[in-house]
């Protein structure tokens, strides 16, 4: 697992406000959850890979 520095790591849609299912959040079986995703119209927030703002990379691993 890598270290999350502060607005590198986003959901999908970009945003920031993301937990992974080790922090106590198991709403699914994806290991990653946005929170600002859940309150946006036909988003999912349930998702399996982030996205490194500093690379482009699609990553998984990253803590919270």
């Known amino acids: 697992m890598t270290e999350r520095e502060p607005w590198r ?10 937990q992974s299912r080790q922090s106590g959040i198991h709403h699914s079986e994806a290991p990653f959850y946005c929170m600002s995703c859940k309150d946006g119209d036909g988003l999912s927030p349930h998702f399996e890979k982030l996205t490194d703002a500093k690379t482009g990379k699609r990553v998984s691993g990253v803590q919270s």
Request: glycine content about 10%; overall charge neutral; charged content about 20%.
């Open 9 to 18: 790591y986003r959901c999908p849609e970009g945003h920031t406000n993301w």
